[in-house]
């Protein structure tokens, strides 16, 4: 074989090797980028997820803090002393501070009984009848509390008739489990001792337009009429009316008349 046919067989030879080196040097160069890429692709949607659920996270505390309101009271608690029970009622400057039971047969139990032990009791309960609803979604909701035990019950609501107190205490709460009801006190006035569920149709819108007039300019001179509101009263409202007696005067009621302003959810 002559030199120059061995010297073209050692170029065909390096040529090859070449040839496979470059091939295995472009796998080798595509493997690497690729899990190059793929990595910091991880890595980046990894980061990307823990972002994410950090701003849910944060988003979640910031529509509970904005959405939920404080509620103080242990339902579960008083559910279990009285399954009557169903609300609580709080007017601030007054004594009233009370849970709100609402008996399922007598709408009269709860004027002679405790709330907590269903005993016998000369100052009753604070309680609704059953002519109203549970929920406060009623046109008119009626609360009756008894007055001259002391200042226990619906006693306090008579500061309401000295204008100063009145002008400086211009709201009161109802809770419910997760609910917060808060209303604007509209007035606080002497009234007769008509029985208001009984008396006044409420579903009938002209006889409630009726009444919300009335109680926004009540014909009595023991009255105190809120300059707080922004608007007329009109048929959407809802109303919650604490009555209560006066002393040595059976024939006649004071009742405090709220409007609901803010339905809250609780924790």
Same mark, same amino acid.
């Given at each position: 074989?002559?030199?120059?046919?061995?010297?073209?067989?050692?170029?065909?030879?390096?040529?090859?090797?070449?040839?496979?080196?470059?091939?295995?040097?472009?796998?080798?160069? +595509?493997? %690497?980028?690729?899990?190059?890429? *793929? &990595?910091?692709?991880?890595?980046?949607?990894?980061?990307?997820?823990? $972002? /994410?659920?950090?701003?849910?996270?944060?988003?979640?505390?910031?529509?509970?803090?904005?959405?939920?309101?404080?509620?103080?009271?242990?339902?579960?608690?008083?559910?279990?002393?009285?399954?009557?029970?169903?609300?609580?009622?709080?007017?601030?400057?007054?004594?009233?501070?009370?849970?709100?039971?609402?008996?399922?047969?007598?709408?009269?139990?709860?004027?002679?009984?405790?709330?907590?032990?269903?005993?016998?009791?000369?100052?009753?309960?604070?309680?609704?009848?059953?002519?109203?609803?549970?929920?406060?979604?009623?046109? +008119?909701? %009626?609360?009756?509390?008894?007055? *001259? &035990?002391?200042?226990?019950?619906?006693?306090?609501?008579?500061?309401? $008739? /000295?204008?100063?107190?009145?002008?400086?205490?211009?709201?009161?709460?109802?809770?419910?489990?997760?609910?917060?009801?808060?209303?604007?006190?509209?007035?606080?006035?002497?009234?007769?001792?008509?029985?208001?569920?009984?008396?006044?149709?409420?579903?009938?819108?002209?006889?409630?337009?009726?009444?919300?007039?009335?109680?926004?300019?009540?014909?009595?001179?023991?009255?105190?009429?809120?300059?707080?509101?922004?608007?007329?009263?009109?048929?959407?409202?809802?109303?919650?009316?604490?009555?209560?007696?006066?002393?040595?005067?059976?024939?006649?009621?004071?009742?405090?008349? *709220?409007?609901?302003?803010?339905?809250?959810?609780?924790?």
């Amino acid at each position: 074989m002559s030199d120059n046919i061995k010297n073209e067989e050692q170029d065909e030879k390096k040529r090859k090797k070449g040839l496979i080196f470059l091939i295995l040097s472009i796998v080798v160069f +595509v493997i %690497v980028a690729s899990v190059y890429a *793929g &990595y910091q692709l991880f890595i980046h949607y990894d980061v990307q997820q823990k $972002e /994410d659920v950090a701003s849910s996270i944060a988003a979640t505390t910031v529509a509970v803090d904005e959405e939920l309101a404080e509620n103080p009271i242990d339902f579960k608690s008083l559910k279990h002393r009285n399954n009557d029970i169903y609300a609580w009622l709080k007017v601030p400057g007054t004594k009233v501070d009370y849970a709100v039971a609402q008996h399922s047969e007598d709408d009269y139990f709860y004027l002679k009984h405790d709330v907590y032990s269903k005993q016998w009791s000369s100052s009753g309960a604070v309680y609704a009848e059953m002519g109203n609803t549970n929920t406060f979604e009623d046109r +008119v909701t %009626v609360l009756y509390g008894h007055n *001259g &035990y002391g200042d226990s019950m619906f006693t306090t609501l008579h500061y309401f $008739e /000295d204008s100063d107190f009145f002008k400086k205490h211009g709201k009161f709460y109802i809770y419910m489990p997760n609910r917060k009801l808060t209303y604007r006190i509209v007035s606080a006035f002497k009234f007769d001792d008509r029985h208001i569920l009984n008396c006044f149709d409420f579903n009938n819108t002209k006889v409630f337009e009726d009444f919300l007039k009335m109680i926004q300019s009540p014909d009595t001179n023991n009255k105190n009429v809120s300059t707080a509101l922004t608007r007329e009263l009109n048929k959407d409202d809802k109303i919650v009316v604490l009555s209560t007696c006066f002393t040595n005067q059976k024939s006649n009621r004071y009742l405090v008349c *709220g409007v609901l302003i803010k339905d809250e959810q609780t924790n």
